[in-house]
């Protein structure tokens, strides 16, 4: 599996296993599966509500605990010093893990960016003691992270975004890629094109897309995380299906050429499908509350 050498030096997998509405009651099975198919790295998060059998998945594979790369997200309603540093007590309890690889912000709270500030100094803490190996942020646009690089230390080693060939962030990226924070996509083979039940054509079934799988023999889904590997991004497609997760990590075998990597740039749309970064509010999500390990 190729890796990703992070802006502190921590190596991580190119390619996980995401398992945001992954129920708590397949979690278990889904993760087992993915590192009997060879996944080392998987990102949950504590508003997903499955870190505890993320965690059992692990400790059943046998696998070295070293050799599973475990990131997290602290949700919103944690944001604050003292409660940053203690959703890392709840999710380590649930994980059941001393140390997690990757941990951090889920959205950044443009309205209350002081609190956002003070979680990611939370987060600045644990790197400092050792409890987590890396920290960075999701969500966040150009202007948080200008604001955040202004008043931090240490530059985040990740940006989990939105990014599918329907809605890139090519600013964000951007940015990041200036600063050394690497981008990680989260839907990266389209999941909120299709999933959200709105009336929205799929990435997977666009014409330019299929066009491609079929050239290269690969399915839709492979050339997506194909063309963000090969743009240097982390993917981490989520699937509760076996036969999936093995056709998802089946992408090191072949490349996508310049003008095929022109051509699914070309499909943004400019429709983000996930929350405007302005609407995340803690009056808007701030309820969803995390229970105690
Ligand atoms: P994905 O792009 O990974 O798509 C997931 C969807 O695609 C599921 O419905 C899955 O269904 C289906 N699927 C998986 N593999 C295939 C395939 N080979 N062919 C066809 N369909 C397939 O979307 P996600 O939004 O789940 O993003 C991935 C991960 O990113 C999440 O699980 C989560 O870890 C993270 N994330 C982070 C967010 C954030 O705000 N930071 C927001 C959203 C996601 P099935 O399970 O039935 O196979």
Redesign the pocket.
């Known amino acids: 599996m190729q890796s990703y050498t992070l802006n502190n030096g921590v190596q991580m997998p190119a390619l996980g296993l995401?398992?945001?509405?992954t129920p708590p009651d397949e979690t278990r099975a889904a993760v087992m599966a993915a590192l009997d198919l060879g996944y080392r790295h998987i990102?949950?998060a504590a508003v997903y509500g499955n870190e505890r059998e993320v965690g059992q998945a692990i400790r059943e594979s046998g696998l070295p605990r070293e050799e599973v790369f475990v990131e997290t997200?602290t949700w919103i309603s944690d944001y604050g010093y003292d409660e940053t540093l203690h959703s890392f007590d709840k999710s380590a309890a649930k994980l059941g893990v001393d140390r997690i690889d990757l941990l951090i912000l889920?959205?950044a709270l443009p309205s209350d960016f002081d609190k956002t500030l003070a979680a990611y100094r939370a987060l600045e803490r644990l790197l400092a003691d050792g409890k987590v190996r890396a920290i960075g942020v999701?969500?966040f646009m150009a202007d948080h992270l200008t604001a955040l690089l202004d008043a931090t230390s240490v530059v985040p080693a990740v940006n989990?975004l939105?990014i599918?060939p329907y809605f890139q962030q090519r600013a964000v990226l951007d940015f990041d890629d200036r600063h050394g924070i690497l981008n990680q996509a989260?839907?990266?083979?389209?999941?909120?094109t299709f999933?959200t039940g709105e009336e929205r054509q799929s990435v997977?079934a666009d014409p330019a897309v299929t066009a491609i799988a079929g050239a290269h023999g690969k399915?839709p889904?492979q050339v997506l995380l194909r063309w963000g590997i090969q743009q240097g991004r982390s993917v981490?497609?989520?699937?509760?299906?076996p036969h999936?997760m093995a056709?998802?990590i089946d992408v090191f075998d072949f490349t996508l050429d310049a003008d095929e990597l022109k051509t699914l740039d070309a499909l943004e749309s400019g429709h983000r499908g996930?929350p405007e970064p302005a609407d995340v509010t803690l009056a808007a999500y701030g309820h969803i509350l995390i229970p105690e390990a």
Do not use: C, M
């Open positions: 995401g398992v945001f509405q990102d949950t997200k889920h959205q999701s969500n989990q939105e599918h989260w839907s990266p083979i389209g999941g909120i999933y997977l399915s889904a981490i497609p989520k699937s509760t299906k999936r056709e998802n996930g």
